[in-house]
């Protein structure tokens, strides 16, 4: 077991192994409780829902959460490839497998929000209900963007983060001050302190870790995808309205894949939901997460 300072006190991680990596992964909560898998998104890892894990436990869930591949303390396997959308939303499923899960309530934020919406596409007999927190489901954003230019423009760094080397060196010059500077700019005051921003950094200066992390958006640019069904789970999109990166309107179009969803709008909140409003993404998580 592994202790870690950025965790809320007495969670600790462990490395599991589901085949062909080990995640690094937190667990809170009953042993027989509901089912509930988060995903963070980048930059972040598992800290980025230590605001969640022990409320969500302590209301009844059986809470895990992983370092996804090339994040954290988890394996980061070479190539682009490995970081294609089916081979994530392959891990997810593999963890739930590892974990006992036959059915499990998923709950995604950021990139981890779009593996989400892949794995509830591809597998809902698997997920029993879905949370997205500020995420685009990946099977709208192409023809999203050819609608609304002014996301093309939002989204600039994505096209920055295909060219070779060049990122990993901008993002971790002088301490990975670039990055630091991404997070606390995007969000509202305090909300990424120091410490904080410290834990992150050591983990971005891992040697390949930002490669991997980049690996994400070049697979996702590069690799032919298939064509997603339509999400039937139960599906809730917690959407902050002053997202810096993601226009509402991608809410609006993932929810039209949706057989059965809605949005809650956070009006004064970042891209960075989860910590800003924590408690009210708390409640709404717990409440309909948990029904039958």
Same mark, same amino acid.
């Given at each position: 077991?592994?202790?870690?300072?950025?965790?809320?006190?007495?969670?600790?991680?462990?490395?599991?192994?589901?085949?062909?990596?080990? !995640?690094?992964?937190?667990? #809170?909560?009953?042993?027989?409780?509901?089912?509930?898998?988060?995903?963070?998104?980048?930059?972040?890892?598992?800290?980025?829902?230590?605001?969640?894990?022990?409320?969500?436990? &302590?209301?009844?869930?059986?809470?895990?959460?992983?370092?996804?591949?090339?994040?954290?303390?988890?394996?980061?396997?070479?190539?682009?490839?490995?970081?294609? !959308?089916? =081979?994530?939303?392959?891990?997810?499923?593999?963890?739930?497998?590892?974990?006992?899960?036959?059915?499990?309530?998923?709950?995604?934020?950021? /990139?981890?929000?779009?593996?989400?919406? /892949?794995?509830?596409?591809?597998?809902?007999?698997?997920? #029993?209900?879905?949370?997205? +927190?500020?995420?685009?489901?990946?099977?709208?954003?192409?023809?999203?963007?050819?609608?609304?230019?002014?996301?093309?423009?939002?989204?600039?760094?994505?096209?920055?983060?295909? +060219?070779?080397?060049?990122? &990993?060196?901008?993002?971790?010059?002088?301490?990975?001050?670039?990055?630091?500077?991404?997070?606390?700019?995007?969000?509202?005051?305090?909300?990424?302190?120091? #410490?904080? !921003?410290?834990?992150?950094?050591?983990?971005?200066?891992?040697?390949?870790?930002?490669?991997?992390?980049?690996? /994400?958006?070049?697979?996702?640019?590069?690799?032919? =995808?298939?064509?997603?069904?339509?999400?039937?789970?139960?599906?809730?999109?917690? /959407?902050?309205?002053?997202?810096?990166? +993601?226009?509402?309107?991608?809410?609006?179009?993932?929810?039209?894949?949706?057989?059965?969803?809605?949005?809650?709008?956070?009006?004064?909140?970042?891209?960075?939901?989860?910590?800003?409003? #924590?408690?009210?993404?708390? &409640?709404?998580?717990?409440?309909?997460?948990?029904?039958?």
């Amino acid at each position: 077991m592994i202790v870690d300072a950025g965790m809320p006190a007495g969670i600790a991680t462990r490395l599991i192994d589901i085949g062909a990596l080990r !995640l690094n992964v937190a667990e #809170a909560g009953p042993a027989d409780g509901r089912p509930l898998i988060l995903l963070h998104g980048f930059p972040e890892s598992i800290a980025g829902w230590h605001r969640q894990i022990r409320p969500l436990a &302590e209301a009844g869930f059986r809470v895990v959460v992983p370092d996804q591949r090339g994040y954290g303390a988890s394996d980061r396997p070479g190539g682009i490839a490995a970081y294609h !959308l089916d =081979r994530l939303a392959a891990d997810v499923i593999a963890l739930a497998d590892a974990c006992g899960f036959t059915r499990f309530a998923l709950a995604g934020h950021d /990139w981890g929000g779009l593996v989400a919406w /892949w794995v509830a596409s591809f597998h809902p007999d698997r997920v #029993a209900r879905l949370a997205i +927190l500020n995420a685009p489901h990946p099977g709208i954003v192409q023809d999203y963007m050819k609608r609304h230019p002014g996301q093309w423009l939002r989204s600039y760094y994505v096209a920055v983060f295909q +060219l070779p080397g060049l990122p &990993e060196r901008m993002l971790l010059a002088n301490g990975a001050a670039a990055l630091r500077r991404a997070l606390t700019s995007s969000s509202r005051p305090g909300t990424f302190p120091p #410490a904080v !921003l410290d834990r992150y950094s050591r983990q971005w200066m891992q040697p390949g870790a930002m490669t991997a992390m980049l690996n /994400w958006y070049r697979a996702l640019m590069r690799l032919p =995808r298939r064509d997603p069904p339509r999400v039937a789970s139960p599906t809730l999109i917690l /959407w902050g309205r002053r997202d810096h990166a +993601l226009q509402p309107g991608l809410a609006e179009a993932s929810l039209a894949l949706c057989d059965n969803g809605r949005i809650r709008w956070f009006p004064d909140v970042t891209h960075w939901v989860q910590h800003e409003a #924590a408690d009210s993404v708390n &409640e709404a998580l717990s409440e309909f997460l948990g029904r039958d």
